[in-house]
T-cell receptor, first 113, second 115 residues
Framework: LAKTTQPISMDSYEGQEVNITCSHNNIATNDYITWYQQFPSQGPRFIIQ???TKVTNEVASLFIPADRKSSTLSLPRVSLSDTAVYYC??????????????FGTGTRLQVTL | GAGVSQSPSNKVTEKGKDVELRCDPI?????LYWYRQSLGQGLEFLIYFQGNSAPDKSGLPSDRFSAERTGGSVSTLTIQRTQQEDSAVYLCASSLDRGMTDTQYFGPGTRLTVL
């Protein structure tokens, strides 16, 4: 079962690019990588999802190397409003076991002026 | 359109009492998930429902926890004989279909405090 490991916290200044890396050494062939963002007192919100190489949307980019054992969420030019907890989630279309639906502790990003 | 709603937003109860938490998913979403989030922790999967299939209860921490989903829509999570360690935020999410590739839309959560 794919377990994910992320840094507990990161700090950044406003305007900088932030890269958060998630390790998932046991990722399975059918697994996708999904990132969620959670603000205090709110439920998580979907940011981006990918299977391999690079995915970009209006919010972020997701870089996945060929071996897929890690992934990097890239937030361009962060602002104070990007201060949140970011979760990396790995799983497949089959949904499934409780451990695959565990978000882990996430990475707490603090953006300051 | 309306997102996932949960009620109550806050619930304070005494140890040993039963509580019911409600979740209204997004209309048309066939999958519904319940999670628990303790202070400063990640989300812990509890249970999920997909259409008319039997729910996956593999994440429920004890037999004091149960959930039902009526008519494929509204869901209720029930905790019997609450304990202080049950204090947490209970989050509900729904998606169009089951599986990790489907975006989960979360509600605001219910903050449960057991005294």
């Amino acid at each position: 079962l794919a377990k994910t490991t992320q840094p507990i916290s990161m700090d950044s200044y406003e305007g900088q690019e932030v890269n958060i890396t998630c390790s998932h050494n046991n990722i399975a062939t059918n697994d996708y990588i999904t990132w969620y963002q959670q603000f205090p007192s709110q439920g998580p919100r979907f940011i981006i999802q990918g299977y391999k190489t690079k995915v970009t949307n209006e919010v972020a980019s997701l870089f996945i190397p060929a071996d897929r054992k890690s992934s990097t969420l890239s937030l361009p030019r962060v602002s104070l409003s990007d201060t949140a907890v970011y979760y990396c989630l790995v799983g497949d279309e089959g949904g499934g076991t409780a451990s695959k639906l565990t978000f882990g502790t996430g990475t707490r990003l603090q953006v300051t002026l | 359109g309306a997102g996932v709603s949960q009620s109550p937003s806050n619930k304070v109860t005494e140890k040993g009492k039963d509580v019911e938490l409600r979740c209204d998913p997004i209309s048309g979403h066939t999958a519904l998930y319940w999670y628990r989030q303790s202070l400063g922790q990640g989300l812990e999967f509890l249970i999920y429902f997909q259409g008319n299939s039997a729910p996956d209860k593999s994440g429920l921490p004890s037999d004091r926890f149960s959930a039902e989903r009526t008519g494929g829509s509204v869901s209720t999570l029930t905790i019997q004989r609450t304990q202080q360690e049950d204090s947490a935020v209970y989050l509900c999410a729904s998606s169009l279909d089951r599986g990790m590739t489907d975006t989960q839309y979360f509600g605001p959560g219910t903050r449960l405090t057991v005294l």
